[in-house]
């Protein structure tokens, strides 16, 4: 019988899968195929703590495509963690559903989640990490750059869950990662270290920057996300204050590489972490990313369901 695997956070794929999943979305992207039968008679079960646009529906549409069928279970279906704990919700879950994904506040209940499933389990976002967004992030760096080793790429804001991913993904494909992020708001230390060990056999580089002017420095790519992250509410007006040097506006774009192309994982706050015209500007790559969703998560789900 074939190993159960799950998507907790990249480190999960080898840098082979990750290159074969890559080449899979290409595919799926390319031809487009609406009526798959790889998934047929299966069922993926959603359990979403948090909202969600672009995850759900990207997973939702990427199962039916491939002949499956969904069941979404908000917070307020099961409330987590609340009604009874998570390790009983996933043995009881995973008797019924073929496959899990999980977008938690806390990483350590996709963990228990994982630890306690019969079934594979990915994480569509935890506070820790946002593997399914790198996945996206690296296919829409590769097929616009063609190549992914040494793409110099600044990431911009704060140090959250989509950058850990994002320097992990850079980490494993050779890219070049240049971070700025106000003092108090750095990656999380632990996050920052793996990546930094992993980029050691890549040729990847990875710096932090205390100016934004000296990360976007010769970029092709700078890429930013929102300075307050799901559950962190409360602390938007302190954290509107400490990022506004942190902004990708015309002024920060004129300092990178001329051409220079923006991503941003989405939703934006427009007028906060970018601006308006940025956004709309032709260099972004935004909505391939966000469409990019789709083909990765396919490939994804497909890879972890095989023979399954
Ligand atoms: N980028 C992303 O994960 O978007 P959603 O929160 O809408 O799923
Ligand atoms: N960092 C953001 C990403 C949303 C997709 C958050 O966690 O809210």
Redesign the pocket.
Known sequence: MKRLRHFLTLEDLTVGELNRLLLEAARLKRQRVRQGTALAGRVVALVFQ?????????FEVAVLRSGGSVVYLGQDDIRLGEREPVKDVARALSRYVDAIVV?TFGHGDAEAFAAHSRVPVIN??SDAV?P??AL?DLFTLQETFGRLAGLPVAYVGDGNN?LHSLAMGAAMSGIHLAVSTPAGYRPDPAQWRAAVRRAAGSGARLAWHAQPAAAVAGARVIYTDVWTS?GQEREAARRRTAFQRWQVNDALLRRAAPGCRVMH???AHRGEEITDPVMERARSLIFE??EN?LYVQQALLQFLMRGS
């Open positions: 948090k909202p969600s646009m672009r995850t759900r529906v990207a977008r569509g976002l946002h399914c967004q996206a989509v799901m994982c989405l939703p990313q966000a969703r």
